[in-house]
């Protein structure tokens, strides 16, 4: 349940949070991606930092496919003198759910004509055996610096699932608003309790630089309500925003063209519910089953084609099942990244008309 304290406000609370952290850890990591939530957490950090004449370390996995604007951005944050650079640009590879036949963008990769040079704040290489996908990297950064808090910008109020990801199970003391990893190392969430207007005021308050992608999200009317998101351009749950980014930044859709299949395709029809979505049933096709094995027998990749077989012949054979596999046929993820409950929905469907009910 939430309990809610007004002795204090949101930024006084957060404050104490990130004071209590440097009270406690001798390294304070924090992950930045270029969007306003971990930027603001960047800052809250910096500014106790300096209080302290101590130093951060920013956190950055440049997955190449990246905004321009979210670069300037990084160049910022990584230069403050009292910032360490953990800014990787090294090879790993990213999932591509914009093309049947570039199944992955091999960021950084060697021999590879990347879209932009390397930064010179950046780190190039690793002199050792590192996990090669984004989020395995993650967990093999956390393993290495143990010692470290880890603080991430997630906030409670942008979902319910972030809400329980945050506050469900207490890592570090029993606090709420962390988690332990596997390795030993422990997350924190000092703006968890954090409103989307908190985040702009605060911003705004301090006159701080952010990602201008944002200002153009708005000028283009994009809803503040989870939306406007800055995100690696190609990624399974964020390649909606190629339909934009020929008018946000021309020469970054140019490049990222010219790097990797299937860009302006997904440009010209990401938003189009036939095309990258399962929502609506074709006219042509009678059932899902019908549709998703239509999709199947058409996958260019044999290999690809055997393996979401495979997967199938073990899931349920409903209708509401064949739904979702169109979903993830439609954007290719054979790897199920975007996988589905469809008894977890069924509970979910349950549970809102008990709720209808007593209400």
């Known amino acids: 349940m939430k309990i809610y304290n007004n002795d204090k406000n949101v930024l006084q609370a957060a404050r104490e949070r ?10 304070i990591n924090v992950s930045i991606s270029s969007g306003k939530d971990s ?3 960047y800052f809250l950090a910096l500014q106790e930092a300096i209080k302290r004449g101590r130093k951060i370390i920013a956190f950055f996995q440049d997955q190449e496919a990246e905004y321009q604007a979210s670069i300037d951005l990084m160049k910022i944050l990584m230069s403050h003198p ?7 640009q090294v090879p790993i590879y990213m999932t591509n759910a914009t093309s049947y036949t570039d199944y992955f963008l091999y960021v950084w990769g060697e021999n590879e004509e990347w879209m932009r040079e390397k930064d010179d704040l950046a780190i190039h290489s690793i002199d050792e055996e ?18 470290a808090a880890f603080l991430v910008g997630l906030r409670a109020d942008e979902s319910l699932t972030r809400f329980r990801a945050v506050t469900k199970h207490p890592g570090w003391s029993g606090l709420n608003w962390s988690t332990g990893t596997e390795g030993s190392a422990y997350k924190f969430y000092p703006i968890y309790d954090w409103t989307v207007y908190d985040v702009w005021k605060f911003i705004y308050d301090y006159d701080l630089p952010y990602n201008k992608i944002y200002d153009l999200m708005f000028m283009a009317n994009y809803t503040i309500y989870n939306r406007m998101r800055v995100s690696n351009l190609v990624h399974e749950k964020s390649f909606k925003c190629l339909v934009d980014l020929p008018k946000f930044e021309p020469e970054t859709f140019d490049k990222l063209s010219k790097r990797i ?28 089953k019908e549709f998703r094995d239509f999709l199947l027998e058409n996958i260019p990749n044999e290999t690809h084609k055997n393996k979401f ?51």
């Open 130 to 147: 590192y996990p090669k996908r984004f989020y395995d990297f993650f967990g093999w950064y956390e393993k290495k610096n143990k010692d």
């Open 39 to 41: 930027t603001v957490l």
């Open 82 to 88: 009292n910032v360490t650079p953990a800014w990787y």
């Open 261 to 288: 299949s299937g860009i302006s395709t997904a440009a010209r029809y990401a938003s189009e519910k036939l095309v990258f979505d399962n929502k609506t049933l074709p006219t042509h096709y009678k059932t899902w």
């Open 18 to 27: 990130i004071g209590m952290l440097f009270d406690n850890f001798e390294t």
């Open 309 to 359: 077989i495979a997967r199938y012949e073990k899931q349920e054979q409903t209708e509401r099942m064949f739904q979702a596999q169109v979903g993830q046929l439609l954007i290719n993820d054979y790897e199920n990244n975007r996988s589905y409950d469809t008894k977890r929905k069924e509970k979910t469907k349950k549970l809102k008309e008990k709720w209808m009910e007593i209400l």
